[in-house]
Each structure stands twice: as structure tokens, then as C-alpha cells.
């Protein structure tokens, strides 16, 4: 055991009630901190200054970090930590592995841009960007508990953090961080 995951803990049903269930109370407290002020303006929900800026900046971020992680991960073996990919592809239990990306490619990317790059961007955001950028990023990657994978977890999060401050919004954030995990789940089960 050695208080790794079950290797197949995707294709249980379980797992996706019990994220949804973590999410929705991260998220009732993320709303109470955040009903102190502006509700909409402190989780930056509103339309991108530039899509297009946005787009760029996405795509940027999605090839540097599958750069990094291709030479981060042979050294840390993020994935391997973290225990969520299936050891193999098991067709009878596809509906609940479906289910769980959902929750992953959806559920887990609202939540977190709304933490991170929403609320703890704007708290941070008057010790100047750049202090936000990289507390973000940091505050994310030791949110997700994995000390192999905290270096490409906290460069991730501290790119969404930078893609938020260009185009002051999280929903870009939320797109891209959505599309990282769900290129990520498919690879895990298509390797």
C-alpha cells in the first residue's frame, strides 16, 4: 500500500461524488472569504480583455508546460506520485472513468481558477502582480499535496496566475487549466 492511491481509483463512482462533495465545500468557503467584497470583481468574473491575448498567452502556456513536464518528468514522475492513471484501459468501467474526467476537466478547473487565480489573485494582487503570479502558483501546487510534482504544479499555476493578470479574467484560466487535464487523462489511458 504505502499510502499510494488505488491505481484504478478513476473507475470507481465513489471517487467522483466524493470530488464533487471536496469541491462544493471548497467552494462555499471560498465564497464566504470572498462575500467580504465584490463577489464577481475579487473571483474576476468577466469577459477577457483580449480573447485573442488570451489564446496566445493559453497556447503558450500549454506547450511550456508539456515541455517542462516532458523533462521534469522523467527526473520527479509526477504522475506516478499522484497515483490517479489507471494501470490499464478497462472498457467495462469507461462510464465512471467518463464521469470522473468531467469532474476533473470541468469541476476541478472552475473551483480552482475561482481559489487561485480568482480570489487568492486578487488578495495578493496589491503586493504587486508579479508577488501574486508566483504566491499563486506556489499556493496551488502545495494545495494538491505531491512533493515530486510540486515544481510543475507551481509552474502551472503560476502561468494560469500570469494568463489572469493579461487578461483579467479567470475564465481563459479555466479553459486552459480544463484542457490540460483532460489532454492529461487521455494520455493516461491511451500510453
Known amino acids: 500500500m504505502g499510502g499510494r492511491p ?43 480583455t483580449s480573447w485573442r491575448r488570451a489564446a496566445g498567452i493559453g497556447a503558450l502556456i500549454m506547450v511550456g508546460i508539456f515541455v517542462l513536464s516532458g523533462v521534469l518528468g522523467p527526473l520527479l514522475h509526477p504522475g506516478r506520485e499522484q497515483g490517479l492513471t489507471p494501470t490499464m484501459w478497462e472498457p467495462p468501467h469507461a462510464a465512471a472513468y467518463v464521469v470522473n474526467g468531467l469532474v476533473i476537466v470541468v469541476v476541478a478547473p472552475f473551483v480552482e481558477e475561482l481559489t487561485f487565480r480568482g480570489l487568492g489573485f486578487s488578495l495578493l494582487s496589491p503586493y504587486g502582480d508579479w508577488t501574486a503570479i508566483i504566491l499563486v502558483g506556489l499556493f496551488f501546487g502545495l494545495a494538491h499535496g505531491l512533493v515530486e510534482a510540486l515544481p ?14 493579461r487578461v483579467d479574467s479567470v475564465y481563459p484560466g479555466m479553459f486552459v487549466h480544463g484542457l490540460f487535464n483532460a489532454l492529461s487523462l487521455t494520455f493516461a489511458v491511451v500510453h
Open 6 to 48: 488505488d491505481r484504478n481509483i478513476l473507475y470507481k463512482w465513489s471517487t467522483a461524488a466524493g470530488t464533487i462533495v471536496q469541491y462544493a465545500i471548497i467552494l462555499l468557503i471560498v465564497y464566504a472569504i470572498a462575500g467580504l467584497g465584490n463577489r464577481r470583481e475579487q473571483f474576476a468574473l468577466r469577459r477577457p
Open 152 to 165: 510543475l504544479l507551481a509552474a502551472f499555476g503560476s502561468a494560469l496566475a500570469y494568463l489572469r493578470s
